[in-house]
């Protein structure tokens, strides 16, 4: 048996190409979170030398595309997108580009990464905590700019042990991943290690045991709930051809009567409806607006939805809130909107190829929120998520920097139909929820609709690709997270404390040689 794991450990590229595969499977099967450990052990063992990293690109475009296959594949649902007239053939094409792709462009990172770390690490034995800083830097590197897509979140991957995910409200989500790395990293070296196996396989455990102690200690300590309110969440199951056909009519007409009917139903405070339920380009004066002022105001309840606001500068993806008299409280708009999907980026280069500028599936480019915009009804403070927003923990973070006490998110996944991806998005919502120590409300057209509590666990919820309203009792929160103070300040800190430790081990052994 030693003799067959000594001839895969010297497979390193297969090594780090299964790590890949091993660190996606989490992602796809919650319940298997511990895989995580097992991937961050194989790449760690791939990359382990007594000397400098051996091929640390090649490795880390290995263990890129073993993962992020498997975490996109997802993509696959948008075929054959008939919604939008394109051929199968170019059906295909788009596919073959998110699939691919994005899961090479994200790879190339993990290269670029391991490659900075086979510069950087001189000594084996400070590689678990350079892995756990290039895992890190990787992860904040893709989350950047206009194309940023910070879908493979290492956290992510264990949101079915939330206790574990609890000291995010401490030190963020990078901290989580930290955690995670460096740990499976010790593990893996107590497989190579001829002489500290034992060492190493303690210092993983204590380690990851560490958090775990940790954030059981924060998922049991109650927070601080002030205001109770009843609240609604609508999720009509519209689907992408019931949605857009005949001007938005269908879920126009869905979604009224279905708000209509809850408000009489139900003693609610808040009704959340989701992203763009009412698919038309509206002002404060248009129809929509006028019949939920109506209904909100007939039935003393708040309502928020989702719709296409047209504000003076141009089209926004927004949350827009009526009060419990029928008056607009105001409007949230989208702060990160979807490359292709809500604009078209560089488009002064890309427009002028037909193909690439059809893409922009929404047809036309939104206008960028910029504001956090915390709205106030009934004495409480709600913040608001729409879509793409809510897997960028700045932008919950930010929320509730401006005094949110409950947090709103919005979203349309039925692009999706009930793929993983679908889970892997509203995974983000507990996530936030976690971080902030808030309660989340969640309003998906197509699932997964949930009340989350502060802790993150799911109080009540709507599977994808069900038609249906559930009511459910919540909390106000005005109480913050040390990470609602500080943000994601680990990331600089941890890198910073790596690359002194580096520096410092350079320099003592130049001094040595120079008096050898």
């Given at each position: 048996?030693?003799?067959?794991?000594?001839?895969?450990?010297?497979?390193?590229?297969?090594?780090?190409?299964?790590?890949?595969?091993?660190?996606?499977?989490?992602?796809?099967?919650?319940?298997?979170?511990?895989?995580?450990?097992?991937?961050?052990?194989?790449?760690?063992?791939?990359?382990?030398?007594?000397?400098?990293?051996?091929?640390?690109?090649?490795k880390g475009l290995?263990?890129?595309?073993?993962?992020?296959?498997?975490?996109?594949?997802?993509?696959?649902?948008?075929?054959?997108?008939?919604?939008?007239?394109?051929?199968?053939?170019?059906?295909?094409?788009?596919?073959?580009?998110?699939?691919?792709?994005?899961?090479?462009?994200?790879?190339?990172?993990?290269?670029?990464?391991?490659?900075?770390?086979?510069?950087?690490?001189?000594?084996?034995?400070?590689?678990?905590?350079?892995?756990?800083?290039?895992?890190?830097?990787?992860?904040?590197?893709?989350?950047?700019?206009?194309?940023?897509?910070?879908?493979?979140?290492?956290?992510?991957?264990?949101?079915?042990?939330?206790?574990?995910?609890?000291?995010?409200?401490?030190?963020?989500?990078?901290?989580?991943?930290?955690?995670?790395?460096?740990?499976?990293?010790?593990?893996?070296?107590?497989?190579?290690?001829?002489?500290?196996?034992?060492?190493?396989?303690?210092?993983?455990?204590?380690?990851?045991?560490?958090?775990?102690?940790?954030?059981?200690?924060i998922y049991f300590?109650?927070?601080?709930?002030?205001?109770?309110?009843?609240?609604?969440?609508?999720?009509?199951?519209?689907?992408?051809?019931?949605?857009?056909?005949?001007?938005?009519?269908?879920?126009?007409?869905?979604?009224?009567?279905?708000?209509?009917?809850?408000?009489?139903?139900?003693?609610?405070?808040?009704?959340?409806?989701?992203?763009?339920?009412?698919?038309?380009?509206?002002?404060?004066?248009?129809?929509?607006?006028?019949?939920?002022?109506?209904?909100?105001?007939?039935?003393?309840?708040?309502?928020?939805?989702?719709?296409?606001?047209?504000?003076?500068?141009?089209?926004?993806?927004?949350?827009?809130?009526?009060?419990?008299?029928?008056?607009?409280?105001?409007?949230?708009?989208?702060?990160?909107?979807?490359?292709?999907?809500?604009?078209?980026?560089?488009?002064?280069?890309?427009?002028?190829?037909?193909?690439i500028k059809n893409?922009?599936?929404?047809?036309?480019?939104?206008?960028?929120?910029?504001?956090?915009?915390?709205?106030?009804?009934?004495?409480?403070?709600?913040?608001?998520?729409?879509?793409?927003?809510?897997?960028?923990?700045?932008?919950?973070?930010?929320?509730?920097?401006?005094?949110?006490?409950?947090?709103?998110?919005?979203?349309?996944?039925?692009?999706?139909?009930?793929?993983?991806?679908?889970?892997?998005?509203?995974?983000?919502?507990?996530?936030?929820?976690?971080?902030?120590?808030?309660?989340?409300?969640?309003?998906?057209?197509?699932?997964?609709?949930?009340?989350?509590?502060?802790?993150?666990?799911?109080?009540?919820?709507?599977?994808?690709?069900?038609?249906?309203?559930?009511?459910?009792?919540?909390?106000?929160?005005?109480?913050?997270?040390?990470?609602?103070?500080?943000?994601?300040?680990?990331?600089?800190?941890?890198?910073?404390?790596?690359?002194?430790?580096?520096?410092?081990?350079?320099?003592?052994?130049?001094?040595?040689?120079?008096?050898?």
């Amino acid at each position: 048996m030693k003799n067959i794991i000594d001839r895969i450990i010297k497979k390193k590229l297969l090594l780090a190409f299964c790590g890949g595969i091993l660190f996606s499977v989490p992602f796809l099967v919650p319940q298997l979170f511990l895989f995580s450990l097992l991937g961050v052990a194989l790449i760690f063992i791939s990359l382990h030398s007594n000397d400098r990293v051996q091929r640390p690109f090649f490795k880390g475009l290995l263990f890129g595309v073993g993962f992020y296959i498997p975490l996109y594949y997802w993509f696959v649902a948008l075929y054959p997108f008939d919604a939008f007239g394109f051929t199968n053939a170019q059906g295909i094409i788009i596919i073959i580009i998110a699939c691919l792709g994005i899961s090479i462009y994200h790879s190339l990172f993990f290269g670029l990464t391991f490659f900075l770390l086979g510069k950087i690490n001189v000594r084996s034995s400070f590689l678990p905590l350079g892995l756990s800083v290039a895992f890190i830097f990787n992860e904040w590197i893709i989350s950047q700019g206009i194309l940023g897509f910070s879908w493979g979140k290492t956290a992510i991957s264990q949101i079915y042990a939330l206790p574990l995910l609890q000291t995010s409200s401490l030190f963020g989500t990078y901290f989580i991943t930290f955690i995670i790395v460096i740990s499976g990293a010790y593990f893996g070296y107590s497989i190579i290690s001829k002489d500290n196996r034992r060492l190493y396989s303690f210092l993983g455990l204590s380690i990851y045991s560490a958090n775990l102690i940790a954030g059981m200690t924060i998922y049991f300590i109650p927070n601080n709930t002030e205001n109770e309110i009843s609240a609604s969440i609508i999720q009509g199951n519209v689907s992408v051809d019931e949605k857009w056909a005949n001007g938005g009519n269908y879920s126009v007409e869905y979604y009224l009567k279905e708000l209509n009917n809850i408000a009489i139903e139900t003693d609610s405070d808040i009704i959340l409806l989701p992203e763009s339920c009412f698919p038309v380009y509206m002002d404060d004066d248009h129809y929509i607006i006028d019949e939920i002022k109506r209904i909100s105001k007939e039935n003393g309840v708040t309502i928020a939805f989702g719709c296409i606001y047209k504000g003076d500068d141009g089209a926004h993806n927004s949350l827009y809130m009526i009060d419990e008299n029928g008056n607009k409280i105001g409007t949230y708009s989208k702060r990160h909107l979807v490359p292709f999907g809500e604009f078209l980026p560089y488009e002064d280069i890309l427009e002028k190829i037909d193909f690439i500028k059809n893409l922009n599936l929404g047809g036309f480019s939104y206008i960028q929120g910029n504001s956090a915009n915390v709205m106030e009804s009934n004495g409480i403070l709600y913040g608001s998520l729409v879509c793409f927003d809510s897997i960028f923990s700045e932008l919950g973070r930010d929320s509730v920097k401006n005094g949110a006490e409950i947090i709103n998110v919005i979203t349309n996944d039925s692009w999706y139909k009930d793929t993983r991806g679908v889970y892997q998005h509203a995974a983000f919502s507990q996530i936030c929820a976690i971080q902030n120590q808030k309660y989340v409300i969640r309003s998906a057209n197509t699932g997964i609709s949930m009340f989350i509590d502060s802790k993150g666990n799911i109080i009540k919820s709507l599977p994808p690709l069900v038609r249906g309203n559930i009511t459910e009792n919540v909390y106000s929160i005005s109480d913050r997270t040390l990470y609602s103070y500080i943000g994601d300040i680990f990331f600089p800190i941890i890198t910073i404390v790596y690359l002194v430790i580096e520096l410092v081990y350079i320099i003592k052994s130049n001094r040595s040689n120079l008096y050898a």
